[in-house]
């Protein structure tokens, strides 16, 4: 390579023209992200788009249209490694048929904070269900013979101020939770990039920390692929010293580093030289690896959207949660003869989370709802709802019943409607977005009352949420049932209908928990949301603004750990999710690092569960962590064995630079969830200690 060659493949452009002065070069695919090829090399040009649900439509510039998973909880809410991987390999294939040939997906952040904007996109609470799911998305993806990222590299855990947001953490907490999703989501999909992100960690920017890339990923980790930053997330050309291989979305960082300044550094400076050498090695591997060069991915392939829309059909039936069925609400039953269906434009769609990941059907949104504002992310702030209408699905599956719909903005209306009706069931939206947090877990536009009012007019009232974050249920005890369905995704409103009435058993199981109040989280409130403008680009308002989110507060007891450790009952805990028929899970029996037990399907339906085993305590403490799980699928009476092996790393501590696991008592249960465990099984267990 000749010494401008070098660096071609260490910088990208944003390919998309959202702000003036923004030229795509021809041979690029309007997505998030362009680097050249090398034509004399025969190196590809990479093409690169957003893909966290499916792939985005870019502020609506791109008008071709593809198909929208369920968010990325309610994908994982189907602990179902297969659905995440089929997943996967649908967005690759309509990327590739697109022409993209990179795409920037597996969102691995746990979800530290539930009020995190970009919670939807991301997967659970827990390092082990995270890095197992988003790895086998990322081996969908690939599957294509097209590179997928894993993002953002690391603990970038809120939108507020998220890029100077300060993530204080020791390292052996970080090591045993958000790192530890990353390792395991990295052995098991091996991306070819890890994005990494914008926030700040001990003191340095993500894309700029020594210790994250290189210390952690390209030592400890033995990674060999290649780091990308986040778009406008580069502070300086020193992040090429610090682990950051390609500078991406160049327009907005403060300076092109990665081109002139990179090669003229490298010139006078062997540091940098050697660099240089490792980052074209690094880019050029994993595009040879995944056969960019030989097996290119070409514009205008064809897309099979009726497939693909089953896809996104499955994986929506399997993640919608049933939280509550009294005296067996649900299904409904097909003699019901006046149905009301009330708010959330059920009429017309299901609701989408917003941002980069945003993507929309061919033919667009089925509503949309600017959101005003200025400045070039403006196009980002629209609520959309995809056009599936639970309304419709309804209907067609209930063909003798009167079904009415109210949008639900009078309450009276609303009141009197499901007065009238043998069933009302009312949905409930909450939007979330990149570059934004919530400020609490209310549902929004005053739709707690009326689900409190239409539940007193009716108490055979059903609760349909889409919505990307755990929320408050303050009328929860006058419903008859309530259904999860977060952003149920393109197919979203056939998948509802087919829960509601029993044409799918729900089958999903939270993959977060519902905290009963904010102040049982270890931040009663997001750092910096009450003191910081909403802000997409996430600048600091001026330049020595601070702000730091202490994650040392919880340590690696995310989530539902930190609930177990303070003994606080969540509202609906980590694990749970009801189902039509009846599961018992027996018999735990564990031998070094592998368990296993007995699941029974005690009902008289056909469903499918979630079998988890959960440490429960160790060496004398208690000590809650995930230690495996299992869905498994059963005919009524029927049962099966299951065999889970452990990751030991998910029972030790990060010590002295490696694992370990101390001496003594392991004490283990099987959980219908996370708070309702089963007979505890004990064994004793050697001490232990090793490297990655
Ligand atoms: C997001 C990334 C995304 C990138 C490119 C950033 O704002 O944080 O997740 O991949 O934009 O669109």
Redesign the pocket.
């Known amino acids: 390579m000749s010494a401008d060659e070098r660096v071609v493949l260490t910088h990208g452009i944003?390919a998309v023209p959202f702000v003036p002065g923004i030229v795509v070069p021809a041979d690029a695919v309007l997505g998030?992200?362009y680097v050249p090829g090398i034509a004399r090399l025969g190196v590809p040009a990479l093409r690169?788009s957003?893909a966290?649900l499916g792939v985005?439509y870019v502020m609506g510039i791109r008008k071709d249209g593809s198909t929208p998973l369920p968010s990325g909880l309610a994908q994982a809410a189907s602990w179902n490694p297969d659905i995440l991987f089929k997943g996967g390999a649908m967005i690759g294939s309509e990327a590739r048929a697109k022409g993209f040939n990179v795409l920037?997906a597996g969102?691995a952040n746990l979800t530290r904070d539930p009020r995190n904007g970009r919670t939807f996109?991301y997967l659970s609470e827990d390092p082990l269900l995270t890095g197992v799911l988003v790895g086998s998305a990322i081996r969908g993806i690939q599957s294509n013979d097209i590179i997928s990222?894993i993002?953002?590299f690391a603990l970038n855990g809120q939108e507020t101020g998220r890029k100077f947001v300060n993530s204080v953490i020791s390292e052996s907490a970080a090591r045993e939770s958000d790192l530890l999703a990353f390792q395991i989501g990295i052995e098991q999909g091996q991306p070819g990039s890890v994005?990494c992100s914008?926030n700040v960690v001990n003191g340095a920017h993500g894309c700029d920390s020594d210790w994250l890339l290189n210390k952690v990923l390209k030592r400890d980790w033995r990674y060999k692929g290649f780091v990308m930053s986040?778009?406008?997330a580069v502070p300086s050309l020193d992040a090429a010293l610090n682990g950051l291989d390609q500078q991406?979305?160049e327009q907005l960082d403060p300076k092109v580093f990665f081109a002139k300044d990179l090669q003229a550094k490298a010139a006078s400076d062997p540091a940098y030289a050697a660099k240089l050498v490792d980052m074209n090695t690094r880019i050029l591997s994993q595009i040879f690896k995944y056969h960019l060069d030989t097996n290119p991915a070409k514009p205008s392939g064809a897309i099979d959207f009726a497939a693909n829309g089953a896809v996104a059909l499955a994986a929506a039936e399997q993640g919608i949660v049933l939280l509550r069925n009294q005296n067996g609400a649900l299904p409904l039953a097909a003699s019901a003869k006046r149905i009301a269906v009330i708010g959330g434009f059920a009429n017309s769609g299901v609701m989408s989370g917003a941002?980069?990941?945003q993507v929309q059907l061919p033919g667009g949104p089925a509503v949309s709802i600017p959101l005003g504002g200025d400045g070039p992310f403006a196009a980002f702030m629209q609520i959309q709802y995809h056009a599936s209408a639970p309304l419709k699905a309804i209907k067609a599956l209930a063909p003798e019943a009167q079904v009415i719909y109210r949008d639900g903005s009078t309450i009276a209306d609303a009141v009197a409607q499901a007065k009238t009706s043998d069933v009302a069931i009312v949905f409930a939206t909450k939007w979330s977005t990149?570059?934004q947090d919530s400020a609490d877990f209310s549902l929004p536009n005053g739709q707690d009352a009326l689900i409190a009012a239409v539940a007193e007019a009716n108490p055979n009232t059903i609760v349909v949420l889409e919505t990307g974050n755990p929320v408050d249920m303050p009328w929860l005890g006058k419903t008859a049932a309530v259904i999860e369905a977060w952003f149920p995704g393109g197919r979203g409103g056939e998948a509802i209908a087919n829960v509601l009435f029993g044409k799918v058993n729900p089958s999903g199981h939270l993959p977060i928990t519902f905290p009963a109040s904010a102040a049982q989280l270890p931040r009663s409130v997001i750092d910096g949301y009450f003191d910081l403008e909403p802000n997409f680009a996430g600048d600091p308002p001026t330049p020595d603004t601070k702000l730091d989110a202490n994650y040392n507060i919880e340590g690696s007891d995310v989530g539902y750990r930190w609930f177990a450790r303070n003994l606080h009952k969540a509202l609906f805990p980590f694990g749970f999710g009801l189902s039509y028929t009846t599961f018992a899970s027996s018999g735990l029996k564990v031998s070094g690092m592998s368990a296993s037990f007995t699941v029974q399907n005690t009902g008289s339906r056909q469903g499918a569960t979630v079998g988890q085993v959960y440490l429960v305590s160790r060496a004398g403490a208690p000590k809650q962590r995930l230690a495996g799980f299992a869905r498994v699928d059963l005919q009524p009476g029927a049962s099966q064995t299951v065999k889970v092996t452990f990751d030991p790393r998910i029972l030790a501590d990060w010590k002295d630079g490696g694992w370990s696991l101390p001496a003594g008592a392991y004490t283990f249960a099987l959980g219908d969830d996370a708070e309702h465990l089963g007979t505890p099984v004990t064994v004793r267990m050697a001490a232990r200690s090793w490297k990655d």
């Open positions: 944003i998030a992200g690169e957003d966290s985005a920037l969102g996109e990222t993002k953002h994005m914008y986040d778009w406008g991406s979305g941002g980069s990941s990149e570059g």
